[in-house]
């Protein structure tokens, strides 16, 4: 009887071994087919919308120059104006989308040119640790790291109430960590893990990402104290 009983736990196990190992797998290929999405859409911004909007400033600023009465002149700089704004807008969302310096200078030239639009955007003072001699990794690791770093920053910047915010990347023996500390005002983490399983709230898509390789991800927070994400990747899965 005891041998029946140990064979049913076995193959229980199993089972359930089974099921986590697909529910991986399935969420690795959402996450895979979402970048793939973000790339493409962020390329046709680029090259469709983005060029046709430079030709409609080259136009307007070349119209501007002709000799017209002031108030149309007025007119097309307004046009101007907006268009490059509209421009702007365009590139930030490209880039936002799917940075190409990821795919042209790696991780960590990323994350620095995230941070200053960061600090520029949120008015959060942004400081980033770092060893010198960093090296590329592989893309679904960098595209992943970003994304903990972007997903982390926005989170900070939304509901911590935070003067600063510091990013540090740490290359060990066995593993890499990337830490996400803010100094705001934190929370209750068993209050917020309670809440995200009935609302959705909370760093679900951090966790998958850091799950897809190998890897982990902790939040520690206490309320007035801040908030770190601090997540852990095998090197051998980089």
């Known amino acids: 009887m005891d041998g029946w009983k140990w064979f049913d736990r076995f193959v229980l196990f199993k089972s359930i071994k089974a099921s986590e190992i697909e529910k991986q797998q399935t969420a690795n ?82 994350i620095r040119v995230y941070l200053g639009q960061f600090e520029y955007t949120f008015g959060i003072r942004t400081k980033f640790n770092h060893c010198d001699n960093f090296r590329r990794y592989n893309k679904d690791t960098e595209i992943a790291l970003y994304r903990i770093c972007q997903e982390a920053l926005t989170n900070a910047a939304k509901y911590a109430q935070t003067p600063e915010v510091e990013v540090s990347f740490l290359e060990e023996t066995t593993s890499v960590r990337l830490i996400i500390q ?3 005002q934190g929370f209750q983490v068993k209050q917020y893990d309670d809440n995200a ?15 897809s390789l190998g890897g982990k991800a902790l939040i520690h927070s206490q309320p007035d104290k801040g908030t770190s994400v601090e997540v852990t990747i095998p090197i051998k899965n980089m």
Request: charged share 30%; glycine share 6%.
């Open 197 to 211: 399983k009935t609302e959705g709230i909370g760093l679900i898509s951090i966790r998958e990402r850091a799950n």
């Open 29 to 110: 290929r959402i996450i895979q087919a979402v970048e793939i999405e973000r790339s493409r859409i962020s390329r046709e911004l680029h090259d469709s919308i983005g060029q046709a909007l430079y030709s409609v400033l080259i136009g307007v600023k070349i119209v501007s120059q002709l000799k017209v009465d002031e108030s149309v002149r007025e007119h097309f700089l307004q046009v101007e104006n907006l268009t490059a704004k509209a421009l702007e807008e365009v590139k930030r969302i490209s880039h936002d989308l799917h940075p190409s310096t990821l795919d042209d200078l790696g991780l960590i030239p990323s």
């Open 182 to 184: 803010d100094f705001g």
